[in-house]
């Protein structure tokens, strides 16, 4: 899946980007050009790189709330819940980890559409970390289906001497 993003923080900072998603696992959040920050999943670990100031920093992917939507091992019925909602156009789908409370919580909403997967097209979700800090994050354009070349999730490492990911 490809789509556009809007990304709001806590203080209601936007930033925009390209939302690329390939299952299982791979993530690429591609922000507006002047943002120094990309965000890559490979299957087994989310990679956060700061080019501005050359840190890159890892975690395992279940260790994010991002995990139910990649973690192909994520049981969503051991930790999800449906949301009600007033609207049966939308579905809300609220997952943590009552073990890992660290993990953050993840609020997906899908909307019902026949020509999406699984007659659900992702709207996109509200993540909260531990620290109870809330970013949004809504998709627009979503493309399903379309080829995404494993090339889309290779970064350039800033550290000096970096390795080439």
Do not use: C
């Amino acid at each position: 899946m490809t789509a556009d993003f809007v990304q709001t923080d806590r203080s209601g900072k936007t930033l925009t980007g390209k939302l690329t998603l390939k299952r299982p696992g791979k993530i690429r959040f591609q922000y507006q050009d002047g943002v120094p920050i990309l965000i890559v999943g490979d299957g087994k670990a989310l990679t956060f790189i700061d080019y501005s100031v050359k840190q890159v920093s890892r975690w395992p992917i279940g260790n994010s709330p991002l995990g139910v939507l990649l973690d192909p091992s994520k049981d969503l019925t051991r930790f999800a819940r449906i949301v009600d909602t007033s609207d049966p156009r939308i579905v809300m789908a609220e997952a943590r980890d009552p073990r890992h409370p660290e993990y953050g919580a993840i609020t997906l909403a899908f909307a019902r559409e026949p020509g999406a997967p699984a007659g659900l097209r992702l709207q996109g979700w509200v993540a909260l970390d531990a620290q109870n800090n809330r970013t949004s994050v809504r998709l627009s354009n979503q493309r399903f289906n379309v080829p995404v070349s494993d090339g889309a999730f290779a970064w350039r490492d800033p550290r000096p001497m970096g390795p080439r990911h």
